[in-house]
């Protein structure tokens, strides 16, 4: 795979505990898939980590900079130095996780926990610009209120009539108004209006992951519909 050496544009902290990391692709397109990943070390350096590219292909041609959605706690911003200026070597693209060049079902559903919003948010994007009907839902889970990113731009989905929103908070936190607890049985209920003939994609921490497969599938998502993309626990 291509490996192209560009600088950090910017570090904008999104959440308390996530930063939107800006590279400057310099004039070098980088040809992706909505959902893929770059990975991404020092100039130089012996290792590179995966990270979910945050914007989507359209995103990326227009600006020539790349989005990366970065964990704080994952360590990333102090072991690799994401600062502006920085250089970075970023190889790829990478990854299987990926809409198919014809998501032709009549409903997708995007279920992400924390950062995992990063290459749904790609996906989200493309699909938007392609306008072919489908009917979009989103169940979006954050340890609180404040750490659920690109709020203003899915809300402004949620206004414009393409986007149906569902967040809840699985920590305590006195200031959030909404749902709290992890995504349940009945939250895959509300939007699953044609289990049949819905494609799925689950992004974030394993334990999300498994469970959401093992509801989606009792609720009558066939398995190739599934699609995931998991770490930690």
Sequence with gaps: MPVVTVPVLNVEAITPRSRLVTLDLRGQPLVFDPGQAVMVGRRGGRT?????????PEQAGETLRLELLIGVDAGATSDFGFATGTPLDVEGPIGTFTLP??????????VAGGTG???LRSMLDHL?????????SLLYSARSGDEFAFMLELEGHVRAGVLELHQTVTRDDTKWAGRRGRIGRDRFEAVLHEPADTLCFVCGPSSLV???????KALGVP?????TESWGK
């Design 48 to 56: 590179r980590r995966p990270y979910s590219i945050a914007c989507s």
């Design 101 to 110: 060049p014809d998501a032709s079902a009549g409903w997708i559903l995007f």
């Design 117 to 119: 919003i990063a290459p």
């Design 128 to 136: 938007l610009r392609r306008h072919q009907g489908q009917r979009i």
């Design 210 to 216: 498994d469970e959401s497969i093992a509801t989606l």
């Design 223 to 227: 398995e190739p519909k599934i699609r």
